[in-house]
T-cell receptor, first 114, second 114 residues
Framework: NAGVTQTPKFQVLKTGQSMTLQCAQD?????MSWYRQDPGMGLRLIHY???????DQGEVPNGYNVSRSTTEDFPLRLLSAAPSQTSVYFC?????????????FGPGTRLTVT | SQKIEQNSEALNIQEGKTATLTCNYT??????LQWYRQDPGRGPVFLLL?????KEKRKERLKVTFDTTLKQSLFHITASQPADSATYLC?????????????FGKGNQVVVIP
């Protein structure tokens, strides 16, 4: 199992550009989430999904869109990048039958917006 | 609003000693609490879960306590080793519309000195 994979690992964008961060998992997990991690802020939930076709907003959803057309993939779209979106982005997945509610995190995407 | 506090100062500890980290929270009633380990440039990795009706949990050299009256969890690493050097995150969880949503603390760095 590859677990949770994310691409790209690093990205530099100019203000106003759009891009998609990719996330995939091969564990057949129902739940998938996107977090951002900023120095001194901890991990904050952006969007999450409880299954294919179902998504909802987290704590800091503005400026981001998600969709979940398959169980495996959960891409995060930045519509018009802003310097405030400079951060490290983590995708995570978890299974509904996991008694520990363990979240499996990807390696992260480090995004810089200039 | 909910608040999760972890010590922002790094804990420097001699190899072989017990490292103890604290996670305090307010305005929150978690069903469970998790601890994750994060190494630089990597995603968090799940370590332990403790439920609201449990007082203590152990896993190898790790011990977690959970006091819902004090709204506090303590995380202990016994016989610490240099390989335990990392940042440790606490996360509070509860079910939210079919998903288990987590709220993370900012993390506490541990440095084990040989």
């Amino acid at each position: 199992n590859a677990g949770v994979t994310q691409t790209p690992k690093f990205q530099v964008l100019k203000t106003g550009q759009s891009m998609t961060l990719q996330c995939a998992q091969d564990m057949n997990h129902e739940y998938m989430s996107w977090y951002r991690q900023d120095p001194g802020m901890g991990l904050r939930l952006i969007h999450y999904s409880v299954g294919a076709g179902i998504t909802d907003q987290g704590e800091v959803p503005n400026g981001y869109n998600v969709s979940r057309s398959t169980t495996e993939d959960f891409p995060l779209r930045l519509l018009s990048a802003a310097p405030s979106q400079t951060s490290v982005y983590f995708c995570a997945s978890s299974g509904s039958r996991d008694v520990n509610y363990e979240q499996y995190f990807g390696p992260g995407t480090r995004l810089t917006v200039t | 609003s909910q608040k999760i506090e972890q010590n922002s100062e790094a804990l420097n500890i001699q190899e072989g000693k017990t490292a103890t980290l604290t996670c305090n929270y307010t305005n929150y009633s978690p069903a469970y609490l998790q601890w994750y380990r994060q190494d630089p440039g990597r995603g968090p990795v799940f370590l332990l879960l403790i439920r609201e009706n449990e007082k203590e949990k152990r896993k190898e050299r790790l011990k977690v306590t959970f006091d819902t009256t004090l709204k506090q969890s303590l995380f202990h690493i016994t016989a610490s080793q240099p390989a335990d050097s990392a940042t440790y995150l606490c996360a509070l969880g509860r079910e939210y519309y079919g998903n288990n949503r987590l709220a993370f603390g900012k993390g506490n760095q541990v440095v084990v000195i040989p």
